[in-house]
């Protein structure tokens, strides 16, 4: 390929609106990535207050966490397969 037509395929994908779409895309799946990664601190943590403070509820707490991971989960799915 000539330089020039390299040069005129990246400018038309960035007049196309391919460029923004993309690092829309992007940013998407690595926020979602670092949801996951929150949500499984979350749990941890859940895991550690129950072995140390003496809670009713702690299933609760539990189930809640879960829940939360399971989402963070669906929605990188959601991120990286329909973005």
Do not use: C, W
């Not at 007049?15 to 940013?27: A, E, H, R, T």
């Amino acid at each position: 390929m000539r330089p020039m037509n390299l040069i005129q395929e990246i400018i038309n994908f960035v007049s196309n609106g391919d460029l923004i779409g993309f690092f829309l895309k992007l940013f998407g799946i690595v926020l979602t990535a670092l949801f996951i990664f929150l949500q499984i601190i979350t749990s941890r943590q859940v895991v550690t207050m129950k072995r140390t403070v003496q809670v009713h509820d702690h299933n609760i707490l539990y189930i809640i966490s879960l829940i939360q991971l399971i989402g963070a989960v669906l929605l990188f799915l959601y991120a990286l397969f329909i973005l």
